[in-house]
T-cell receptor
Framework: GESVGLHLPTLSVQEGDNSIINCAYS??????FIWYKQESGKGPQFIID?????DKRQGQRVTVLLNKTVKHLSLQIAATQPGDSAVYFC?????????????????FGKGTHLIIQP | DSGVTQTPKHLITATGQRVTLRCSPR?????VYWYQQSLDQGLQFLIQ???????AKGNILERFSAQQFPDLHSELNLSSLELGDSALYFC????????????FGSGTQLSVL
């Protein structure tokens, strides 16, 4: 199976609520993780990244949490808006340094479709 | 707008044919990546170029090839096309190969009939 996967293929939330999208990874040596958002008809768009020496990183309305003990990554979106409707991908870098550490060899999960209910 | 331009947006062709997909990276970006997206396989990394040189290879078939030209634009050539090659092909660019923040184009939808 693939090393990066998602717990739920579809997540439906009410507008204004917080969303949590989960991702599991299998390689404990992975040291770099990224979340991308893909809206219908568009290419993936970078949201936020985190390195394995961090547990949490915050952006604008988004927070990524990394739990290395259970090899779990999550993306939290605060006050979900209609424009947040998209497919969200987590990506993992599994190449060892010096080959990895960036975009080299990123492995993407299949994605979670976030649906915003009015 | 990511700044990455892909042409054509749609391509319909027949089995056995050969097609070329074109990508212009964001201004100043030296690294170009090609990805294939299908419903069953998700987003699969194909190949990466950095400043004209091949840097990394993923799940790219031997029937597929790519190159990055001196002006940094890239082309992905797909030959002896099969029905299973129908997919969305994305190009992405980044400033350096270590930069995980990729900028993706809008993709080329390839349909092999």
């Amino acid at each position: 199976g693939e090393s990066v996967g998602l717990h739920l293929p579809t997540l439906s939330v009410q507008e204004g609520d917080n969303s949590i999208i989960n991702c599991a990874y299998s390689n404990s040596a992975s040291d770099y993780f990224i979340w991308y958002k893909q809206e219908s008809g568009k290419g993936p768009q970078f949201i936020i990244d985190i390195r394995s020496n961090m547990d949490k990183r915050q952006g604008q309305r988004v927070t990524v949490l990394l739990n290395k003990t259970v090899k779990h990554l999550s993306l939290q979106i605060a006050a979900t808006q209609p424009g947040d409707s998209a497919v969200y991908f987590c990506a993992e870098n599994i190449l060892p340094y010096p080959l990895g550490g960036g975009a080299d060899g990123l492995t993407f999960g299949k994605g979670t479709h976030l649906i915003i209910q009015p | 707008d990511s700044g990455v331009t892909q042409t054509p947006k749609h391509l319909i062709t027949a089995t056995g044919q050969r097609v070329t997909l074109r990508c212009s990276p964001r201004s100043g970006d030296l690294s170009v990546y090609w990805y294939q997206q299908s419903l069953d396989q998700g987003l699969q990394f194909l190949i990466q170029y950095y400043n004209g040189e091949e840097r990394a290879k993923g799940n790219i078939l031997e029937r597929f090839s790519a190159q990055q030209f001196p002006d940094l634009h890239s082309e992905l050539n797909l030959s002896s096309l099969e029905l299973g090659d129908s997919a969305l092909y994305f190009c992405a660019s980044s400033a350096t190969p270590k930069d995980g923040k990729l900028f993706f184009g809008s993709g080329t939808q390839l349909s092999v009939l």
